[in-house]
């Protein structure tokens, strides 16, 4: 294969892959629409016929196969940002999952103004997991950032990282004179 054809193929192939995220996220909130309603009114009791009383027998049905913690987050997820606070459903599929659900379990929709919970909206649907993270947290908090240190051991024969007990933050901070602030030179290696 030539390199040509070699780059028009990674091309095609990284399109699938975008395509199909899209699909998935498309997918999920529409799962969450439908979750959310089945178990409002109770209607998964007569989706399938007789014999399932239980939400958790209904989520055990070969055909939804579904934990307790997804169905309340992609529920819980459709609920707040299309039914509290009035967003289209397209323009939430457009986001990925688990930037939303960070913002719920972070308790950053009740931290946030309006303005900001759209420009929340709008960093979730373009931003990695670790990106949005920082992103938000610059955005609705303004006081700076405190630091945990710890000390960690490489296993060299599996790469298996594991943290140093018994040594405090304090100690480490002693132990390498680390000022509260980190130097700028540190900071712009760390992407701080």
Known sequence: ???????KRA????????????????AKIEIGKAIHELKEGNLYKKAVGNGIDKWNHFLKLPEINMTDYTTKKLSTIY???????GYEKAKIQECEIDNLWYVITEGLIDKADEDKIEEIISLASSLSNFEFKEAVHD????KERQYDYLVMQRVRETNNLRRVKGISSDDVLNAFKINETIPKKLKDNIGG
């Open 79 to 85: 609920n707040v940002y299309c039914n509290d606070l």
């Open 139 to 142: 955005l609705v908090f303004t």
């Open 11 to 26: 091309r095609s192939l990284y399109r699938l892959i975008e395509e199909a995220n899209k699909s998935i996220n498309f």
């Open 1 to 7: 294969m030539s390199l040509k054809e070699e780059a």
